[in-house]
C-alpha cells in the first residue's frame, strides 16, 4: 500500500490549505481594491468611507459593505451620503453584489455599460442623482433584478426594449427624466403604470395620454386588454388627489370618505415611495390594506 512520507504529507497539507483558502482572499482582495478604487473617485463630503482602508484583509468591516460567508461583497449602502463623482469600471468585479444603493448623491457621467456583469443583482438604486445619456440597454441581462430606479437624473433616449425581459423586476421608476419615444408594454412592463414614467415630456404610447407619431390618438386602452381601469390615463391625476387626502389624514388625523374610494382605486398601483417628508400625527389608515398589489411603500 502506498503511503505518504512526513515531507510528501506536509507538502499535499500545505497545497490543500492553498486551494481551500486562497480563492477567497485574493477573491475578497479583489474587491476590496475595486472598492478603494472607487473611494479614490469619489469626493465624500460626510466621511462615510473614512474606515475604508486598503490594506485590510478584506473589506467586509468597512462601513457601507455588507459581505456573505465567502466574505465576498453582496451590498453597497450608499445613498444620501452627498457623494459626487463617477463610478468606476472596477465596480464589475463585484460578481456577487445583489444591491447597489447609490440614491440621492450628486454622481454623474453615464449609467455604465459595464454593470451587465452584475448578474447577481437584485436592486439598482440610482434615483435623484445627475446621471446623464442613455438607459444602457445591457441592463436587460440582469435577470435578477427587482427593484430599477432610475427616476430624477438627466437620462435621455429611448427606454430599451431589453426591459421587458426582466420577468423578476417588481418595482420601475424612470420618471423625472429626459426620457422620448414609445414606452413598451410588453413582458415585465405590464406590470407598470403611468407613474413609472411621469414627467418624462417626450415619451409616448397608450399608458401616457400621448400618441406615438404613426399611431391612432385615440389608442389609450389599457395595454393588457382587460378590464381595469386605465391607469396610465388617469394616474396623475389620481396620485395628485390621493397624496392631498393622504396628507390631510396624517396632519388632521380625520379621515376623508372620499380616501377609501382613492384607496380602492390605488389597488393597482405597485409602487409609492412618500419618504423625505415631514407627514406626522394621525394614524396610517386602515384602508391602506386594499393596496393588496403593493411591493414598495417608503415612509421613511
Known amino acids: 500500500m502506498w503511503r505518504l512520507k512526513?515531507?510528501?504529507?506536509?507538502?499535499?497539507?500545505?497545497?490543500?490549505?492553498?486551494?481551500t483558502f486562497l480563492p477567497s482572499k485574493i477573491f475578497a482582495n479583489e474587491e476590496g481594491d475595486a472598492l478603494y478604487i472607487f473611494r479614490n473617485n469619489l469626493q465624500?463630503?460626510?466621511?462615510?468611507?473614512?474606515?475604508?482602508?486598503?490594506?485590510?484583509k478584506n473589506p467586509c468591516k468597512w462601513n457601507h459593505v455588507t459581505c456573505n460567508s465567502l466574505n465576498s461583497v453582496t451590498r453597497l449602502d450608499m445613498g444620501n451620503a452627498l457623494l459626487s463623482g463617477q463610478l468606476?469600471?472596477?465596480?464589475?468585479?463585484?460578481t456577487n453584489l445583489q444591491y447597489l444603493e447609490l440614491y440621492a448623491n450628486n454622481l454623474s457621467g453615464h449609467i455604465p455599460v459595464y454593470l451587465e456583469n452584475l448578474t447577481n443583482?437584485?436592486?439598482?438604486?440610482?434615483?435623484?442623482n445627475n446621471f446623464d445619456g442613455p438607459i444602457p440597454d445591457a441592463l436587460g441581462k440582469l435577470f435578477k433584478l427587482r427593484f430599477l430606479r432610475l427616476n430624477s437624473n438627466n437620462l435621455s433616449g429611448s427606454i430599451p426594449m431589453s426591459l421587458t425581459n426582466l420577468y423578476s423586476l417588481q418595482v420601475l421608476d424612470l420618471s423625472s427624466n429626459r426620457l422620448s419615444g414609445p414606452v413598451p408594454h410588453?413582458?415585465?412592463?405590464?406590470l407598470f403604470t403611468a407613474i413609472s414614467y411621469a414627467n418624462n415630456l417626450d415619451l409616448c404610447g397608450p399608458i401616457t395620454e400621448k400618441p406615438c407619431p404613426g399611431s391612432s390618438p385615440s389608442a389609450v386602452s389599457s395595454p393588457d386588454g382587460d378590464s381595469k381601469p386605465n391607469i396610465g390615463a388617469i394616474g396623475g391625476g389620481v396620485v395628485a388627489v390621493w397624496c392631498y387626502y393622504?396628507?390631510?389624514?396624517?396632519?388632521?388625523?380625520?379621515?376623508?370618505?372620499?380616501?377609501?374610494?382613492?384607496?380602492?382605486?390605488e389597488q393597482y398601483f405597485y409602487d409609492r415611495e412618500l419618504s423625505g417628508n415631514n407627514l406626522s400625527g394621525g394614524q396610517i389608515p386602515s384602508d391602506i390594506g386594499n393596496l393588496t398589489n403593493l411591493l414598495n411603500l417608503d415612509l421613511d
Open 6 to 19: 512526513g515531507r510528501e504529507l506536509r507538502t499535499c497539507l500545505a497545497v490543500l490549505i492553498l486551494v
Open 44 to 56: 465624500d463630503p460626510n466621511n462615510i468611507m473614512d474606515n475604508w482602508n486598503r490594506t485590510d
Open 88 to 94: 468606476v469600471p472596477q465596480l464589475a468585479l463585484l
Open 121 to 128: 443583482l437584485v436592486s439598482l438604486e440610482l434615483y435623484t
Open 186 to 190: 410588453n413582458g415585465s412592463f405590464s
Open 246 to 265: 393622504l396628507l390631510l389624514c396624517f396632519v388632521t388625523s380625520n379621515t376623508p370618505s372620499e380616501i377609501f374610494v382613492l384607496l380602492e382605486l
